[in-house]
């Protein structure tokens, strides 16, 4: 069964507190991986730029800001994400809009950049989802994916896996009052592919010059490719 509607249902209901406890279990790291994002998509010079699983739209935003000549989509399964997004971002130019990241409604070689938060890990099969981003990418246009990534077995692990296990969901549960929604989270992080399994992913889906970088401790990675 697909775990699309679930994924659905738990995003619609933490939609409030997401911003908040996104802040406080990143301890506030997260806005500049963000930015990193925005840098690595380029300069989509006046052209059209999609940020899917846009949530309460947050790289959409920085990528609006940065480049407020081109045309910006911000795209998402979960209405109650859109319209925290169209709140938080009233006075921006962006297009809210409600579509599903495997069936995506847009002409093939449409965008210049595709970029993601944390999408792959909420899908069934990252490699079609994966495909069809970069169908939608022009020829020369750009993806850039932020995720989190299963921690490497060092010294810190048992520390990472103690703060993944209990801390997360226990900050779910003083802040979202959804603990069941953050062990998700963290159990998702856990089975999610680690950072070169999914650079060849990218590869396998056709896309080109894929490189990634993690950060906070190796437990987020930002991957981006080029399709040819
Ligand atoms: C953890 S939030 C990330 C939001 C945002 N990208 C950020 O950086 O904070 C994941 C988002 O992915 C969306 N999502 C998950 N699966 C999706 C799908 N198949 N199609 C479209 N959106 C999806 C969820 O609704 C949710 O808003």
Redesign the pocket.
Known sequence: MSK?PA??K???GI?AD??LM?RVMTMGQ?QRW?RF?AAKAGDPQGGWVL?????????ASLMEKEHPEAQHIG????IN??LEAKKRFASQSINWQA????CLPYKDNSFESV?????L???DDSLK?LQEIHRVLKPGGRVVC?DTTPPTKNILYPFIRFYFRFGIPLLGRMIASDEAAYSY?TGSTMDFHEAQELADIFTEAGFTAVDYKKFMMGTIGVHWGMKR
């Open positions: 699309g994924v659905q738990m995003f619609d939609a997401y911003d996104n997260d963000r994002v940020d899917l699983a846009t949530g309460t739209g947050d790289i795209a998402d399964f979960s994400m859109l579509s599903d990241a495997n970029t993601f938060g944390y999408l890990r909420n899908v989802v932020l989270l």
